[in-house]
T-cell receptor, first 112, second 112 residues
Framework: QKEVEQDPGPLSVPEGAIVSLNCTYS??????FMWYRQYSRKGPELLMY??SSGNKEDGRFTAQVDKSSKYISLFIRDSQPSDSATYLC????????????WGAGTKLIIKP | NAGVTQTPKFRILKIGQSMTLQCAQD?????MYWYRQDPGMGLKLIYY???????DKGEVPNGYNVSRSTTEDFPLRLELAAPSQTSVYFC???????????FGQGTRLTVV
């Protein structure tokens, strides 16, 4: 079993829909949770960053962490064609030398 | 705003050849990383460095070597290239292992 599981998709939705992207993990020591967005033929860029549990909102994006279920989510409201990309989750423990563990990424396609 | 610069962008190698992938960052980050990304597989950590003169193996180090003589540069050396090393390689840097990682544009390597 991988430490971080993420459905690779592709997930195709119409423009304006609410998108839900998810990752599950097995290591209960993870404290830092990140979502990166990767456009085709580009490097990943940080989208959302959450420490421990709870929600974080930034514009159309909301990140949720449920540590009791070992489950994190990224919601995109009013999705736009420009949101079409691969979304990768990443997480790490409190120990500063512990490296990020990455999900495989979900490819999202927003249809105009 | 250079950020993380990788060279070359593309390369075709013959089996058994060697090459060095260059990576430089201008953000004075202590942490630097080399990842490879295969289709549908997410990011796999090859090597990382927590400062000049300090390097350590990641998840998939076999067939690669690194050095970190300065804070800015973190080259990745491939010795005796094999078809299994065909991948997209990303260099990244961060202030610490659980702060935002900044990625380069990637190097697409094909070994034939």
């Amino acid at each position: 079993q991988k430490e971080v599981e993420q459905d690779p998709g592709p997930l195709s939705v119409p423009e304006g829909a609410i998108v839900s992207l998810n990752c599950t993990y097995s290591n209960s020591a993870f404290q830092y949770f990140m979502w990166y967005r990767q456009y085709s033929r580009k490097g990943p860029e940080l989208l959302m960053y959450t420490y421990s549990s709870g929600n974080k909102e930034d514009g159309r994006f909301t990140a949720q962490v449920d540590k009791s279920s070992k489950y994190i989510s990224l919601f995109i409201r009013d999705s736009q064609p420009s949101d079409s990309a691969t979304y990768l989750c990443a997480m790490s423990e409190e120990d500063s030398n512990y490296q990020l563990i990455w999900g495989a990424g979900t490819k999202l396609i927003i249809k105009p | 705003n250079a950020g993380v610069t990788q060279t070359p962008k593309f390369r075709i190698l013959k089996i058994g050849q060697s090459m060095t992938l260059q990576c430089a960052q201008d953000m004075n980050h202590n942490y630097m990383y080399w990842y490879r990304q295969d289709p549908g597989m997410g990011l796999k950590l090859i090597y990382y460095s927590v400062g000049a003169g300090i390097t350590d193996k990641g998840e998939v180090p076999n067939g690669y070597n690194v050095s970190r003589s300065t804070t800015e540069d973190f080259p990745l050396r491939l010795e005796l290239a094999a078809p299994s090393q065909t991948s997209v390689y990303f260099c990244a840097s961060s202030y610490s292992s659980h702060t935002e990682a900044f990625f380069g544009q990637g190097t697409r390597l094909t070994v034939v």
